[in-house]
């Protein structure tokens, strides 16, 4: 069974991926959207933040919360 903490780093780690394959299409994204690649890289950068503080907040609650014996 995995632990708490080993779920975390999956889904973290999950989720910069995704970011990782997001940075790969963001010409293709530029191109569409008629915009700038600066606009379109603080989307992802917004993301990766997103993630970052989530991932934060939720190690802070799982300190928080009581041990199961």
């Given at each position: 069974?995995?632990?708490?903490?080993?779920?975390?780093?999956?889904?973290v780690?999950?989720?910069?991926?995704?970011?990782?394959?997001?940075?790969?299409?963001?010409?293709?994204?530029?191109?569409?959207?008629?915009?700038?690649?600066?606009?379109?890289?603080?989307?992802?950068?917004?993301?990766?933040?997103?993630?970052?503080?989530?991932?934060?907040?939720?190690?802070?609650?799982?300190?928080?919360?009581?041990?199961?014996?």
């Amino acid at each position: 069974m995995k632990t708490p903490a080993a779920a975390l780093t999956g889904a973290v780690a999950l989720a910069f991926a995704d970011a990782s394959i997001v940075a790969l299409a963001l010409p293709a994204i530029y191109a569409r959207f008629d915009t700038t690649i600066v606009g379109v890289s603080w989307v992802l950068t917004g993301y990766a933040v997103a993630v970052t503080v989530a991932a934060v907040a939720l190690i802070l609650v799982r300190r928080w919360l009581p041990t199961r014996p």
